[in-house]
């Protein structure tokens, strides 16, 4: 994924990652390198605030989720 989010009112940083891309805190690193000066909003984004996420691969323990009742 390579798009440019706009953040949702107050969202925070983590959060719109794991909207996004469902990853947790190695991709926020990511994003933040990608988006210098970031860092600094990251808590509460304004409404709006365009984030741009890189291509992240994905993590090792992202398999699919096995249900045990259907």
Do not use: K, Y
């Not at 798009?3 to 983590?14: F, H, K, M, R, V």
């Amino acid at each position: 994924m390579t798009d440019t989010i706009p953040a949702l009112q107050g969202e925070s940083l983590d959060a719109l990652v794991w909207r996004v891309t469902g990853q947790g805190s190695g991709a926020v690193e990511r994003v933040l390198q990608a988006n210098l000066g970031l860092a600094a909003i990251a808590a509460s984004l304004p409404e709006g605030h365009p984030v741009f996420i890189p291509i992240l691969p994905r993590a090792a323990s992202d398999l699919p989720l096995l249900q045990l009742w259907d």
